[in-house]
């Protein structure tokens, strides 16, 4: 078949679910994930075609696309901070507005991790049944940033910071087996050492020795009352577990961060969130409550407050 023509079908059964641009990015991408095929190949080979076997999984592709399934989920790929990331329906699809989260801690820090130890080998991902089992491990290494990301994913934050903050010891938790599974295997796409453990934020205790430097986490903050506005690609694909909280307590997991950080940061040590943007001043006030000194929220590319700093006194 030629290729021109299973562009077309792919207009003809997406255009009602999606913008026109949209399903051009679709197309060629999937071209180019399947078959190495460039996206300018119609406009040097127009009458290019394929065969039956390289048809058929762009074809299950456009079935999964009419059921507006994420397109990361079909190839199992995104991308974040320039880095290749696997992805599948244990965890969330990394977001821009999270890039930008990250941006800042990197602005904030890379000057500290410049001075930190050069020799620091970043080589290996490890994953943990229990925090306690990585105590010494925290207490004995105090070379460079200690930074602690809540609630991984696929560890896309973590592992972002850890290769571009090199000298940085990066641990990373998450409630979800699955999610960890994933996370390690980010890590080790992406050659890069951070220390993933199964815990519970809600039930997260840690000796007061153990500090971090840096805390950050973009927890579940979608309020059910929010549902209506989640597109369905995300509804009916991404993981409730890492989206959603109970309209009468939205900041469940704020809270439960907030205290373990006053615990567990080191003295001017830094807490950066991502937050829901009807709740910016909420949380904001959360960590006014808590002590939190020279707080900042700022707004992501689409004009929402999203992001939240503070520092422990």
Same mark, same amino acid.
């Given at each position: 078949?030629?290729?021109? %023509?299973?562009?077309?079908?792919?207009?003809?059964?997406? #255009?009602?679910?999606?913008?026109?641009?949209?399903?051009?990015?679709?197309? *060629?991408?999937?071209?180019?994930?399947?078959? /190495?095929?460039?996206?300018?190949? &119609?406009?040097?080979?127009?009458?290019?075609?394929?065969?039956?076997?390289? %048809?058929?999984?762009?074809?299950?592709? &456009?079935?999964?696309?009419?059921?507006?399934?994420?397109?990361?989920?079909?190839?199992?790929?995104? *991308?974040?901070?320039?880095?290749?990331?696997?992805?599948?329906?244990?965890?969330?699809?990394?977001?821009?507005?999270? %890039?930008?989260?990250?941006?800042?801690?990197?602005?904030?820090?890379? !000057?500290?991790?410049? /001075?930190?130890?050069?020799?620091?080998?970043?080589?290996?991902?490890?994953?943990?049944?229990?925090?306690? #089992?990585? =105590?010494? #491990?925290?207490?004995?290494? #105090? !070379?460079?940033?200690? @930074?602690?990301?809540?609630?991984?994913?696929?560890?896309?934050?973590? @592992?972002?910071?850890?290769?571009?903050?090199?000298?940085?010891?990066?641990?990373?938790?998450?409630?979800?087996?699955?999610?960890?599974?994933?996370?390690?295997?980010?890590?080790?796409?992406?050659?890069?050492?951070?220390?993933?453990?199964?815990?519970?934020?809600?039930? &997260?205790?840690?000796?007061?020795?153990?500090?971090?430097? @840096?805390?950050?986490?973009?927890?579940?903050?979608?309020?059910?009352?929010?549902?209506?506005?989640?597109?369905?690609?995300?509804?009916? *694909?991404?993981?409730?577990?890492?989206?959603?909280?109970?309209?009468?307590?939205?900041?469940?997991?704020?809270?439960?961060?907030?205290?373990?950080?006053?615990?567990?940061?080191?003295?001017?040590?830094?807490?950066?969130?991502?937050?829901? /943007?009807?709740?910016?001043?909420?949380?904001?006030?959360?960590?006014?409550?808590?002590?939190?000194?020279?707080?900042? &929220?700022?707004?992501?590319?689409?004009?929402?407050?999203?992001?939240? =700093?503070?520092?422990?006194?």
């Amino acid at each position: 078949m030629l290729l021109k %023509e299973i562009k077309t079908i792919f207009h003809k059964e997406l #255009d009602k679910l999606y913008p026109n641009e949209e399903v051009d990015a679709f197309f *060629y991408q999937l071209i180019e994930h399947y078959l /190495q095929l460039e996206r300018f190949v &119609l406009v040097l080979q127009p009458n290019v075609s394929i065969t039956k076997e390289e %048809e058929q999984p762009l074809f299950e592709a &456009l079935a999964q696309l009419k059921l507006e399934k994420p397109l990361q989920y079909i190839l199992g790929t995104a *991308y974040f901070m320039d880095m290749e990331f696997k992805v599948n329906e244990h965890v969330l699809i990394p977001r821009p507005e999270t %890039e930008e989260l990250v941006e800042w801690i990197i602005s904030d820090n890379s !000057q500290d991790a410049e /001075q930190s130890n050069p020799d620091a080998e970043r080589s290996r991902s490890v994953i943990s049944a229990a925090l306690n #089992d990585r =105590k010494s #491990d925290l207490i004995n290494d #105090d !070379q460079g940033l200690r @930074i602690l990301d809540i609630g991984t994913g696929s560890g896309c934050i973590a @592992i972002a910071l850890a290769k571009k903050l090199p000298n940085a010891k990066v641990f990373a938790i998450d409630i979800s087996e699955k999610a960890l599974e994933v996370a390690q295997k980010n890590a080790e796409l992406n050659e890069v050492e951070v220390t993933f453990i199964k815990a519970d934020v809600l039930d &997260l205790e840690l000796e007061p020795e153990l500090e971090f430097d @840096i805390i950050v986490s973009n927890p579940p903050y979608v309020r059910e009352l929010e549902k209506s506005e989640i597109q369905r690609n995300v509804k009916d *694909y991404e993981p409730h577990l890492a989206l959603f909280v109970p309209d009468e307590d939205a900041l469940l997991f704020y809270r439960a961060i907030t205290m373990f950080a006053q615990k567990n940061l080191s003295k001017t040590g830094s807490i950066y969130l991502e937050i829901n /943007q009807y709740l910016g001043e909420e949380t904001k006030l959360l960590l006014e409550a808590h002590n939190f000194s020279e707080i900042e &929220l700022r707004k992501d590319i689409f004009g929402n407050n999203r992001m939240l =700093k503070g520092i422990k006194p």
